[in-house]
């Protein structure tokens, strides 16, 4: 479904799907392994700024990081662009298999900022440090509001909600605890937004639900 066929709703200066209030959501990482940090063909996108950010929280993040990550980012830097012509956060190209295999077919492509747990649970390295207060930044603002994507448009963004097999159990603890898209991701949409453009979501989900 193209962001044409799907129901949008304005709300300050967005368009939001109604798709973040009718589907339910809620991570398990457990079940998906963090999956979405090792899944997929591109890196992270980052806004204007957060490469910057990124080279600044580098060092304090290199313990968490992998040998493959810290190489690919000393080779790579912090950004580079996408086929789409978006700033993103390089992937490691030529991991070892075995440090993805839990995520099927053993493949070799992360995101150079993951930590990967004992457990085999993919995580971000930044938001680590961020956990421990050594720095203010908890990670991208992509990688916070997943799985909402924003799509730029000319005078507003554009937020949807991206489905694929990955997030499968975080659809299934969604709808186990009744939990919408736009509830679990409330802290990134604030961070992004402010407290008033979700207060502004609150009221036209609750309107939606009534009819």
Known sequence: MNMAERRMMAIGNTLVSEELIDKKFV?????CKGGCCVEGDSGAPLEKGEAEILKQ???KAMPYM??????????????????????TIPLVEDGPPERTVQY?????KYCSFVHFEKDGIAKCAIEKVY???????????SCHLYPIRITKLNDC????????NVCKPA????????????????????RKYGEAWYS??????????KG
């Open 57 to 59: 929280v580098y060092e």
């Open 171 to 190: 659809h299934v603890c969604g709808t186990q605890l009744n939990v919408q898209v736009f509830r679990f991701l409330k802290e990134p949409l604030v």
């Open 200 to 209: 502004e979501l609150e009221i036209a989900a609750e309107l939606l639900s």
């Open 27 to 31: 991570c398990n990482l457990t079940a």
């Open 104 to 108: 099927g077919r053993g493949k070799k």
């Open 66 to 87: 992998t040998p493959e990550g810290i190489a690919t980012i000393e080779a790579k830097g912090f950004s580079i662009v996408d086929e789409d012509g978006d700033d």
């Open 157 to 164: 963004d554009a937020l949807n909600f991206n489905s694929w």
């Open 131 to 141: 956990k421990e207060g050594l720095i203010d930044f908890k990670k991208p603002i």
